[in-house]
């Protein structure tokens, strides 16, 4: 599995669970490694059978519960990792899981008191930190201020334990308004990240300009036949943009469910490129566009009940002229934001393992510079296929809004569907505990409030003609 071969790893998995008649993490790991491959039906039947089985460890129930969660079964992974903290109520790791899974159905305070039980079994989980610090807006009242401080002058603390921690302390600080110091801390644990990662943002500045290089429109109208791709609807744009704002917008439509952010494409894509001298571009173009509708399907439609289904990767916009290639009717949707509101919301995020860009000023406006002649070139080649949404519109005037990007879709539209707070849809991104409030505009120009410390990225932005000269 590590080596890359999931196809292979699935005989021997198969191995490790036969006969079994108790519930083992091999059960997990086989259902994974399925998942992986393209079946999920087996998987979700694995998981089912597991849960069959004689009762296992804690361990075998988390893995069950991730599989669960990969697979979109997200009320069956809460149930599990309900199962899990009970049978393991002292490990912290288990809590803060389940933390995210109750944040995932905007159960906040469930979430806050799971991540508060984590940290009290272990003063070292420090994801525990910055997963409660964003759970709510907090308050002069009700805060952790002392106890982040208290956690940030440890002794011998390890230089990447300051970065969760250091950003939870200056989203607290920003939601007490106390904004220089606020920055102070996404200033260090953003340098502390950047220093640790192996990153060149002149590599992804080519990756970008080749994908303008093969993706011409010459080739994308060398596409799939339409069968069944109407249903598909992508959202993309950079992080922080409002993806995950027009995603439970239009969740909330009759006949409508999102995968999340899922590779499913990526995947099918690369899985049909053949192999050959040509770098990865070049083979991605030569992927046979059916064969990587085919694979994507399968990927993406197990349950294959008619409904409408949102991909929702925001690093999907480099795939476009792909994906328009291999499911032509497929609905494609771009959200745009102010470059200086999405730079420094990206600035503010402590991202997994995605958007390496996003913690050095100069980084990101050369990778906004990139982005924006990509997006140049989409427009130019897909033309009227492409639908933009603004989010500063979208979060002014979400009934317009939504109402126009349904109609570009298909989908029907309903008022109600701008009332996300009451949405049952499941989120898993860095905006889950946003999209439980009513919608609001007030991140619009909240960079404004830190514009005595942005001078750096301003001028980078200037220079790197991502924003004009004399904007302020």
């Known amino acids: 599995m590590q080596a890359g071969r999931p196809a292979e790893a699935v005989v021997f998995a198969e191995r490790a669970v036969?006969?079994?008649t108790t519930c083992v993490s091999a059960h997990g790991l086989l259902a994974t490694l399925l998942l992986q491959v393209g079946r999920a039906k087996e998987a979700d039947e694995m998981v089912t059978h597991a849960l069959q089985c004689s009762p296992g460890s804690a361990d075998a129930y988390d893995a069950l519960a991730h599989v669960s969660m990969l697979l979109g079964k997200h009320e069956r992974a809460?149930?599990?990792y309900r199962r899990v903290v009970k049978l393991a109520p002292d490990d912290a790791r288990f809590w803060?899981?389940?933390a995210s899974s109750e944040r995932s159905f905007g159960r906040l305070q469930e979430a806050e008191s799971a991540c508060n039980r984590a940290i009290a079994l272990d003063s070292s989980h420090y994801a525990s930190y910055l997963l409660r610090s964003e759970l709510r807006v907090q308050s002069a009242e009700n805060n952790h201020l002392g106890e982040l401080q208290s956690a940030l002058s440890r002794p011998g603390l390890d230089e990447r334990?300051?970065?969760?921690?250091g950003y939870a302390l200056a989203k607290e600080l920003d939601d007490l308004q106390r904004y220089s110091e606020a920055f102070q801390y996404f200033q260090e644990s953003a340098q502390i990240r950047r220093r640790h990662l192996s990153y060149s943002i002149a590599m992804d500045e080519h990756k970008i300009a080749r994908i303008q290089q093969i993706f011409t429109p010459d080739l994308i109208q060398r596409r799939a036949r339409p069968e069944g791709s109407s249903r598909f609807i992508f959202i993309v744009g950079l992080p922080r943009s409002g993806t995950t704002l027009l995603e439970h917008i239009l969740s909330g439509l009759e006949r409508v469910r999102s995968n999340g952010e899922t590779d499913y494409f990526a995947r099918a894509l690369f899985a049909a490129a053949p192999a050959g001298p040509q770098d990865v571009f070049a083979r991605a173009a030569l992927a046979d566009p059916?064969?990587?509708a085919a694979s994507y399907g399968h990927f993406a439609d197990h349950d294959s009940n008619g409904t409408r289904i949102i991909e929702k990767l925001p690093l999907n916009y480099l795939y476009l002229g792909a994906i328009h290639?291999?499911?032509p009717q497929a609905k494609l949707v771009l959200v745009r934001r102010s470059p200086i509101d999405a730079c420094f919301a990206m600035y503010r995020t402590l991202f997994g393992v995605g958007y390496p860009f996003s913690y050095d000023f100069e980084d990101l406006a050369r990778y906004h510079a990139a982005y924006d002649q990509l997006l140049e070139h989409w427009?130019?080649?897909l033309k009227e296929e492409l639908c933009e949404v603004v989010y500063e519109e979208l979060v002014s005037d979400p009934l317009q809004t939504g109402?126009?990007?349904?109609?570009?879709c298909g989908l029907t539209w309903n008022p109600r569907a701008i009332e996300v707070e009451k949405s049952a849809t499941i989120s898993m991104t860095a905006s889950a505990a946003q999209v439980r409030r009513p919608i609001y505009g007030s991140s619009s120009g909240r960079w404004r409030h830190y514009i005595q410390h942005l001078g750096p990225l301003l001028e980078a932005l200037r220079r790197h003609r991502v924003i004009s000269a004399d904007s302020v």
């Open 18 to 20: 036969a006969g079994e």
């Open 78 to 80: 809460n149930l599990l």
């Open 96 to 98: 803060y899981n389940l």
């Open 161 to 165: 334990a300051r970065v969760p921690l």
């Open 290 to 292: 059916g064969r990587v």
């Open 325 to 327: 290639r291999a499911l």
């Open 379 to 381: 427009r130019k080649t």
């Open 403 to 408: 109402a126009r990007v349904a109609q570009h």
